[in-house]
Structures are given as structure tokens and as C-alpha cells.
Antibody
Framework: EVELLESGGDWRQPGGSLRLSCGTS????????MNWVRQAPGKGLEWVSG????????YYADSVKGRFTISRDNSKNSLFLEMNNLRADDSAIYYC?????????????WGQGTTVTVSS | DIQMTQSPSSLSASVGDTVTITCRAS??????LAWHQQKPGKAPKVLIY???SLETGVPSRFSASGSGTEFTLTISSLQPEDSATYYC??????????FGQGTTVEIK
């Protein structure tokens, strides 16, 4: 069974930093693209960042570009999101989401989410 | 980036009804479209991927079609447990993902 488990969500003041982690199991991690998607309270889903299986290509939403860094450790089947210069509008539930494999197969799979709160 | 326009934003229907949700892409996305269901306080879960492929374990009353720029999700014989918000999503390994604004389905 495919499982994604996020951790690291917490409260930070504006300007602070936080690192989210996503541990995975049940699939061959290093051939799948992985993504972060967030949802602010009462709002819709917003894609944040993604990277391919090798980690060599990364993608960011304009709202986080230059502040957030996505990375992965394929030896530990883990995905990370380094969040710097946090703003109040970064407050959200952050979901780790599996994309497709290198051949374009597979369906999205969601973790249960971790909550980030940015306030003074 | 590709924009996804989803309609309606909400709908109300009775048990047993058939409902349809539409999603339009700002340019062709081939079949790179998924539909997700989200219930309050829960993570989204995928219903449909590759525009029309039913995810394992999802009831067959859910179906979807489309390609290019026009896509639809149909729920036949609506059930009380189908009360949720539904999102379409453009997904691709080599470009940003985009979600529709969501459609809230209420059971009368």
C-alpha cells in the first residue's frame, strides 16, 4: 500500500523558517515525481512545488519562488520542503503528493497533510 | 502557466440524481487531468486520473471524459456520502500543476 506521511508543520513568526518532511513507502520512490500542495483555511488547493524522480529538475509556484526549496533523498524515500522568509499567507495545510513515474504512469496519491501557521 | 476553470462552483442535488461538473483548460492538456474529492477536515483523494481512468476502489457511479481543453466529471445515482468538494487538476511531471476552483456538492 502506498503511504505518504508529512511532518514538520509548526507555528512560526513572519520571516521565520521551517522544514517539512514527507516519508514514503509502498512504491519505488526514485522513479516518481513528487510535489507539495497547500490549502489555506477555507480555500482551494494550490500547487507549491515539484521535482522529478532524479531531483535534477525542480518547479515552483511564483508565490514561493526564491523562498522555498524542494529536495528529496532517494536513499531514504523522503521528500522535503525548506521554507524561508515565511509570510502570513503561507499559513496552510501542506500535502505531499506523488506524481507520475518516469514513463508517465501512475495516479496522484496524497498524504494526510501537516499544518503550518505563520503569525506574530 | 495553464489555467483551469471549473463550473459550477456549487450545486445541490437529491439522492439518486446525476450531476455533472465541467473543467476547461486554457490550452490543450491532452489527457493530463485528474479529479479529486475532498471531504471536510480530510485530505483530498483521487477519483479519476488520465482524464477518464477510475482509481482503484472508487465506485463506478463516478465517471469522467474529455481531452484537450474540455473535461467532465459525472456522478450517477448520487449518494449521501458524495457530499464533498470536487477539484479538477492538470498534472504533469515537467510543468507546474494547476487546480480548478472546486465544486461543492450538497445533498438536498
Amino acid at each position: 500500500e502506498v503511504e505518504l506521511l508529512e511532518s514538520g508543520g509548526d507555528w512560526r513568526q513572519p520571516g521565520g523558517s521551517l522544514r517539512l518532511s514527507c516519508g514514503t513507502s509502498g512504491f519505488t520512490f526514485d522513479i516518481y515525481a513528487m510535489n507539495w500542495v497547500r490549502q489555506a483555511p477555507g480555500k482551494g488547493l494550490e500547487w507549491v512545488s515539484g521535482l522529478i524522480g532524479s531531483g535534477r529538475s525542480t518547479y515552483y509556484a511564483d508565490s514561493v519562488k526564491g523562498r522555498f526549496t524542494i529536495s528529496r533523498d532517494n536513499s531514504k524515500n523522503s521528500l522535503f520542503l525548506e521554507m524561508n522568509n515565511l509570510r502570513a499567507d503561507d499559513s496552510a495545510i501542506y500535502y505531499c503528493v506523488r506524481g507520475m513515474d518516469n514513463s508517465g504512469s501512475g495516479s496522484p496519491v496524497w498524504g494526510q497533510g501537516t499544518t503550518v501557521t505563520v503569525s506574530s | 502557466d495553464i489555467q483551469m476553470t471549473q463550473s459550477p462552483s456549487s450545486l445541490s442535488a437529491s439522492v439518486g440524481d446525476t450531476v455533472t461538473i465541467t473543467c476547461r483548460a486554457s490550452r490543450s492538456i491532452s489527457s493530463w487531468l485528474a479529479w479529486h474529492q475532498q471531504k471536510p477536515g480530510k485530505a483530498p483523494k483521487v477519483l479519476i486520473y488520465k482524464a477518464s481512468s477510475l482509481e482503484t476502489g472508487v465506485p463506478s457511479r463516478f465517471s469522467a471524459s474529455g481531452s484537450g481543453t474540455e473535461f467532465t466529471l459525472t456522478i450517477s445515482s448520487l449518494q449521501p456520502e458524495d457530499s464533498a468538494t470536487y477539484y479538477c487538476q492538470y498534472y504533469n511531471n515537467y510543468s507546474p500543476w494547476t487546480f480548478g476552483q472546486g465544486t461543492t456538492v450538497e445533498i438536498k
